[in-house]
């Protein structure tokens, strides 16, 4: 078969285009590792901006690199300022967020973009949005068990948090002396509307940790705030002079307390056994 020199010459040009392609591909690799080492440099030196361009560069170079995404999110978080609230400052926690948000769509897997996102939005005290996002990965069925567990002990501990700030109000908290003991009752809050919210978040708290609980039966967290819950829920009681469900309630909170007691020890020992094989001599 013979073949034209016009065709010939075709399949060479696409040749060369091909090897020239895989030249530049693997030269720009080898740049953007460059560049990815530049902002590891301009990082440790402080200079973050400096390193945002360094990993921004690197993404630019290649696009696939699974390194420069994160990278561009550690730099960017890293100039956000905690307990500033200057709009520039926000603006830029936002910027962090969005950042770990791309390292998430190519890993969604990535523990440290999800908790970052987290860290940022609780920092910002967008709590609405933090909400939001917890409830996403608890309610998300791919997840591990042992992840929506953790995610509803979370939010059951934001409802706890809820209801605990008014209830230790010393207008709330009344601490009187009789017979040289001290003794603590609570009066119910001026407002009706805020009783009336801290009861839907104990009610909302319980729920959660009880859900937490069934995902992971040895969830510490959350069998410490059922605990935590179930005390809020007896203030409750002791604001509406129901004393026999006060007891109720703080008899079903000694018990989770002891099963959260018993779930610490276990942890507690086996990171004891963890640290001591690591500190003994191998053979």
Same mark, same amino acid.
């Given at each position: 078969?013979?073949?034209?020199?016009?065709r @010939?010459?075709?399949?060479?040009?696409?040749?060369?285009?091909?090897?020239?392609?895989?030249?530049c591909?693997?030269? &720009?690799?080898i740049?953007?590792?460059? /560049?990815?080492?530049?902002?590891?440099?301009?990082?440790?030196?402080?200079h973050?901006?400096?390193?945002?361009?360094?990993a921004?560069?690197?993404?630019y170079? $290649?696009?696939?690199?699974k390194?420069?995404?994160?990278? @561009?999110?550690r730099v @960017?978080?890293?100039?956000y300022?905690?307990?500033?609230?200057?709009?520039? &400052?926000?603006? =830029?926690?936002?910027?962090?967020i969005?950042?770990?948000?791309?390292?998430l769509?190519?890993?969604?897997n990535?523990?440290? *973009?999800y =908790?970052?996102i987290s860290?940022?939005? *609780? !920092?910002?005290k967008d709590?609405t949005?933090?909400? /939001?996002?917890?409830?996403?990965? *608890?309610?998300?069925?791919?997840?591990?068990?042992?992840?929506?567990?953790?995610?509803?002990? @979370?939010?059951?501990?934001?409802?706890?948090?809820?209801?605990?700030?008014?209830?230790?109000?010393? $207008?709330i908290?009344?601490?009187?002396t009789?017979?040289g003991? %001290?003794?603590v009752?609570?009066?119910?809050? #001026?407002?009706q #509307?805020?009783?009336?919210?801290?009861?839907?978040?104990? %009610?909302r708290?319980l729920e959660?940790?009880e859900? !937490?609980?069934k995902?992971?039966?040895?969830?510490?967290?959350?069998?410490?705030? #059922?605990?935590n819950?179930?005390? /809020?829920?007896?203030?409750?009681a002791?604001m509406?002079?129901?004393? !026999?469900?006060?007891?109720?309630?703080?008899?079903? *909170?000694?018990?989770?307390?002891?099963?959260?007691?018993?779930?610490?020890d276990e942890?507690?020992?086996?990171?004891?056994?963890? /640290?001591?094989a690591?500190?003994?001599?191998?053979?």
């Amino acid at each position: 078969m013979r073949f034209s020199r016009s065709r @010939i010459g075709s399949t060479a040009i696409l040749v060369l285009f091909v090897l020239v392609s895989g030249g530049c591909s693997l030269v &720009n690799k080898i740049r953007a590792k460059n /560049e990815l080492n530049e902002t590891a440099r301009s990082y440790r030196e402080g200079h973050f901006e400096e390193a945002e361009q360094h990993a921004k560069r690197a993404l630019y170079l $290649d696009p696939d690199n699974k390194t420069a995404p994160i990278f @561009i999110a550690r730099v @960017i978080h890293q100039q956000y300022k905690p307990g500033v609230d200057q709009p520039d &400052n926000i603006m =830029k926690a936002r910027e962090a967020i969005d950042a770990y948000k791309q390292v998430l769509a190519k890993d969604p897997n990535n523990e440290e *973009a999800y =908790k970052a996102i987290s860290v940022l939005l *609780a !920092a910002i005290k967008d709590d609405t949005k933090l909400r /939001e996002w917890i409830s996403a990965r *608890a309610n998300d069925s791919n997840l591990p068990s042992e992840k929506r567990s953790e995610a509803y002990a @979370i939010l059951a501990g934001k409802d706890w948090d809820c209801s605990f700030r008014v209830t230790e109000q010393p $207008d709330i908290k009344i601490t009187s002396t009789e017979g040289g003991n %001290a003794k603590v009752t609570y009066k119910k809050p #001026k407002e009706q #509307k805020d009783f009336d919210n801290i009861q839907r978040c104990v %009610a909302r708290g319980l729920e959660e940790a009880e859900t !937490a609980i069934k995902y992971d039966p040895n969830n510490e967290s959350a069998w410490s705030y #059922k605990t935590n819950l179930l005390l /809020e829920a007896a203030k409750f009681a002791d604001m509406n002079g129901d004393a !026999a469900h006060k007891t109720e309630l703080e008899r079903q *909170a000694d018990v989770a307390g002891k099963r959260a007691t018993a779930l610490a020890d276990e942890r507690r020992k086996k990171e004891e056994a963890a /640290e001591k094989a690591a500190s003994s001599p191998t053979p």
